[in-house]
C-alpha cells in the first residue's frame, strides 16, 4: 500500500515530536524512545499479520516474545563446561525420552482404533515416559543448577554471536507456534484467545522456574551486545572529540552513539520487514488471506485450506514477535523472564494495531510509535498535571496525596481514553487499510 501525503505527515510528526523530546528533555530519552518503537513496531507487523490479514485473535504474543528472548541466551552466552560435566548429558537424555514418550501416544493413538483400550494405552505410555524421565532429567537438573548457583547454575548457550541469535530466535518461536496452531487453530475466535493467553503463561511460566535453561527469575546479564556498549565507546578520542563539540559530556555521548548503533540496525530489520510484508500482502497471497478473513465459508467453498493458511500466518506473525524479543534482549543485555506480563503488554501492542490501523503494515508501524511514546511520557506528564492540580491544596491533604500516589495510574488511563477515543471517531485507525 503506498502512502498518501497524509499518511507521511503523520510520520514527519511522529519525528517532530521526537526531536522535541531531545531538544527539551534528552537526545538520551529520544534515542531510547526511538528504540522500543522500532522494536514494538517490529512486533505489531507481527500481529497485523495475524489480525490484520486473516482474523486471528492471538493474544499470546509475549510468549512468543519470551522464547525469541531465549534464543539470545542459548545462542550468545559461553557455554558452562563445569555444568555441562555436572548433568548436561543427563538433561538432552532426558529431553529425548520426553519427546520420545509424545511420539509414542501420538503413534498409539494414531495406530489403534477408537476404544477404552486405546485411552489406556495411551495414559500408560504417557506415566511409564514420566517415570522413566523424571529418574533421569530430575538428578540432571538439581546437579546443573547447584554449580555456582550465584551466578551461574544453567547450562549457557553455544558463545556464538549475538547477531545470529536474531533469526533463530524467530525459528524458534515459529516452532512454538507451529505446536500451538496444530493444537488451536481449529477453535473459534474467543476459544483462540484463550488458549494462545493460556500458552503462552506456560510458556514464560517454565522460563522462570526452569533454571537449568536461562537461570530462571535469577536472570541472565552480561550478553553480548551487537553494538558497541557506552562504557567501552567512552574512552575513544573521538567520542571527547565530539562530545566537546555538541557540549555533552562524554558518557552521554558514549550512551547516545550506543543507541543510534542499535537504531541503525533496527531500522534495517524493520524496513526489510515492511518490503517482504507489503509485497505479501498485496500478492494473490495476500488477497487469498484477506478473502479467508473477510468470508471463511465462501473461501471454503472455492477450494481454499482455510486450516492451512491460517496456520501459515500465525507461524509467519509469531516468528516477527520473537524475533523484536531477540532485538529487545541483545539490546537490553539481559533476560528477565519475570518482565514478560503477558495481559499488560499484550494489550499495548493490541492498541498500537488498533490505533495505527488494522490490516495496513504502515499503519501498525504509526501506532507502535505513537502508543510507545504516549506509554513514556504520559507517566511523567501526569505527575505534573497533579501537582498543578494540587498546587493550592495543603501539604497534609489527605487528597492532595491520594492524587499524587495516583499519578502513576494515567499511563493505563490514558491508554484507555486513547483506544476509545480512535473506536469512536476514527475506527479504521490512523492510516486504515485501503
Keep these: 500500500m503506498t502512502l498518501k501525503a497524509r499518511d507521511l505527515g503523520l510520520f514527519a510528526a511522529m519525528v517532530v515530536v521526537l526531536a522535541m523530546v531531545g531538544m527539551f528533555q534528552s537526545w538520551q530519552l529520544a534515542v531510547t524512545i526511538l528504540n522500543m518503537s522500532l522494536i514494538s513496531a517490529i512486533m505489531a507487523l507481527g500481529v497485523n499479520m495475524q489480525w490484520g490479514y486473516a482474523g486471528l485473535f492471538n493474544v499470546g504474543i509475549m510468549g512468543f516474545t519470551a522464547v525469541g528472548g531465549l534464543a539470545v541466551v542459548l545462542i550468545a552466552q559461553p557455554p558452562v563446561t563445569e555444568a555441562w560435566a555436572a548433568g548436561g548429558l543427563g538433561i538432552l537424555l532426558g529431553l529425548m525420552l520426553g519427546v520420545a514418550t509424545i511420539l509414542a501416544a501420538a503413534i498409539v493413538y494414531k495406530r489403534m482404533p477408537p476404544s477404552k483400550l486405546r485411552g489406556a494405552a495411551i495414559i500408560a505410555v504417557i506415566i511409564l515416559g514420566y517415570l522413566v524421565t523424571s529418574q533421569i532429567f530430575g538428578p540432571a537438573k538439581r546437579a546443573v543448577q547447584a554449580v555456582n548457583p550465584a551466578a551461574e547454575g544453567y547450562l549457557g548457550g553455544l558463545g556464538l554471536p549475538v547477531i545470529l541469535a536474531w533469526p533463530v530466535g524467530a525459528v524458534f518461536a515459529a516452532g512454538v507456534a507451529w505446536v500451538v496452531g496444530k493444537v ?5 475466535s474467543d476459544y483462540l484467545a484463550i488458549a494462545t493467553l493460556g500458552i503462552s503463561e506456560i510458556v514464560i511460566a517454565v522460563l522462570k522456574h526452569e533454571r537449568w535453561l536461562a537461570r530462571g527469575v535469577n536472570n541472565v546479564t552480561g550478553i553480548d551486545r551487537p553494538v558497541p556498549r557506552p562504557v567501552d565507546l567512552r574512552p575513544q578520542p573521538w567520542v571527547e572529540s565530539l562530545a566537546d563539540t555538541l557540549g555533552w559530556t562524554p558518557a552521554q555521548t558514549a550512551a547516545i552513539l550506543s543507541g ?48 492451512r493458511r491460517h496456520l501459515n500466518i500465525f507461524v509467519l506473525g509469531s516468528a516477527t514477535c520473537g524475533l523484536a524479543g531477540a532485538m529487545m534482549v541483545s539490546m537490553d543485555g539481559q533476560l528477565t523472564p519475570g518482565s514478560y506480563e503477558p495481559l499488560r503488554f499484550t494489550f499495548l501492542i493490541w492498541v498500537m494495531v488498533i490505533v495505527g490501523g488494522s490490516g495496513n503494515n504502515w499503519g501498525s508501524v504509526l501506532g507502535a510509535f505513537v502508543i510507545w511514546f504516549l506509554w513514556v511520557q504520559v507517566e511523567p506528564a501526569g505527575r505534573w498535571f497533579m501537582d498543578l492540580v494540587t498546587s ?38 490512523l492510516i486504515p487499510e485501503r
Excluded at 542499535?262 to 495476500?286: D, H, K, M, Q, T
Design 392 to 429: 493550592g491544596m495543603a501539604d497534609s491533604s489527605t487528597l492532595r496525596q491520594h492524587l499524587l500516589d495516583s499519578a502513576a495510574y494515567m499511563r493505563l488511563l490514558t491508554m484507555g481514553i486513547a483506544l476509545l477515543l480512535m473506536l469512536r471517531f476514527a475506527p479504521r485507525g
Design 260 to 307: 543510534l548503533g542499535y537504531s541503525v540496525l533496527f531500522l534495517i530489520v524493520l524496513a526489510l520487514l515492511i518490503w517482504l510484508a507489503e509485497r505479501a500482502l498485496n500478492s494473490p497471497w495476500g488477497r487469498m488471506m484477506r478473502a479467508i478473513r473477510d468470508n471463511e465459508t465462501s473461501a471454503r467453498a472455492m477450494g481454499k485450506n482455510v486450516t
Design 184 to 188: 488451536s487453530l481449529g477453535l473459534r
